[in-house]
């Protein structure tokens, strides 16, 4: 996952309206438990209605994340550089959690949260934007990030812990876990669990400061439905030339493999062959935008593939609505807090011209899924 976003102290449970229009409170996160709540029989909460209680469980590290925009040029030692903007925001897994959240999906993170100053902080903006904490683990320090973006680019300095918990027992089965290859590997038997009963694992690389890139690491999408990394991360792993033939290489490990490149597009294969017999390798080319900050443009777009998958789209639908929900992000400043809700998406489909008239159409009548009407 790309760096990281904000939560909530003591924050007030948000109200939900269950598919039978009963108004419950899920449960608030307990501020300091070093254990997550139970999960409850609260009413049904997935978008089809399928009696489940989580559409989305977000599985990785969470953080504090400190956005610094407009440097004139990139930091000296010694100096202290004033600049045209700063954002503070939750960060890590968060991002793609907030996005789903918006998009109306109800979203767990799986995570750990710090009980200093900072985690409270966190806690609060994650509440607030209604996610369910209750498989957050305390830790006594906030993974914090500081970003700085110059010249199109960003550069990271972070304090923390990658780790991740392991979902309790009693974690009922979301429709769609998202999380890396290495928590796949970490907690292979509860998804195998949650996947016998009809999860979808989406699961997504992270760069291998080592180097190394071992196909080894790859074993572990057997746990998988689908594997989204972005394109260098790809070649690297199937020390290919192109992401074409990465998406190739990675059907020996996965059913779907889905390479995102920025602005140059996004390569996928589905289970399907030519009237050769051969595998097909699908290119959309990238939704033209000015981008000004592509904070956050991997999580959101595999917060619109599950949106998309949850309501029953094809593929290339659903990679097309992510594709779209990445736009969005690409065209605002500062990650989880420019994620769109699915009003705002709609309209922008609907009165700006970003792809042709029926496309816009189809993916309009997805988004509408479990939505009141918009005007």
Not at 117 to 123: D, F, I, M, N
Not at 234 to 239: D, E, I, L, P
Not at 315 to 324: K, T
Request: aromatic share 6%.
């Amino acid at each position: 996952m790309t760096p990281h976003d904000p939560p909530v102290a003591n924050p007030q449970p948000t109200s939900f309206d269950t598919p039978d229009n009963t108004d419950i409170s899920p449960i608030a996160p307990h501020p300091r438990s070093s254990a997550p709540l139970p999960y409850s029989d609260v009413a049904p909460l997935g978008i089809h209605g399928d009696g489940r209680e989580i559409d989305v469980c977000v599985a990785g590290p969470v953080f504090l994340d400190v956005i610094m925009h407009g440097l004139a040029h990139e930091p000296r030692a010694g100096e202290e550089q004033w600049v045209s903007g700063a954002d503070v925001m939750a960060g890590g897994a968060a991002n793609q959690a907030i996005c789903c959240q918006r998009l109306g999906l109800h979203t767990a993170l799986l995570c750990e949260l710090g009980t200093d100053p900072a985690g409270s902080w966190v806690r609060e903006l994650l509440a607030g934007e209604g996610l369910d904490l209750r498989a957050a683990h305390d830790s006594a320090k906030q993974n914090i990030t500081v970003a700085l973006v110059h010249d199109g680019d960003r550069s990271f300095t972070t304090a923390g812990s990658p780790h991740v918990p392991l979902p309790s027992r009693d974690m009922p089965a979301p429709g769609v876990l998202a999380c890396s290859l290495d928590f796949l590997a970490t907690a292979a038997q509860q998804i195998s669990h949650w996947r016998a009963r009809g999860s979808i694992v989406i699961a997504d690389s992270a760069w291998d400061d080592s180097g190394c890139w071992a196909h080894e690491d790859l074993l572990s999408l057997q746990y998988a439905d689908y594997f989204v990394p972005n394109d260098e991360e790809a070649m690297r792993y199937t020390r290919t030339a192109d992401p074409h033939a990465a998406v190739l290489a990675l059907r020996a490990y996965v059913p779907h493999a889905i390479v995102t490149g920025g602005a140059a597009g996004v390569w996928w294969s589905a289970a399907t062959e030519d009237v050769a017999g051969s595998p097909v390798v699908h290119h959309h080319p990238a939704i033209a935008v000015s981008a000004v900050d592509t904070t956050g443009a991997g999580d959101s777009f595999t917060a619109g593939l599950s949106f998309g998958l949850l309501a029953g789209a094809t593929l290339e639908r659903s990679i097309r609505l992510g594709m779209v929900v990445a736009a969005w992000i690409v065209q605002h400043l500062g990650g989880s807090a420019s994620a769109p809700h699915r009003r705002e998406l709609i309209h922008w489909l609907t009165h700006e011209q970003i792809l042709s008239p029926a496309e816009s159409e189809q993916l309009v009548a997805i988004l509408r899924t479990d939505l009141p009407p918009c005007a």
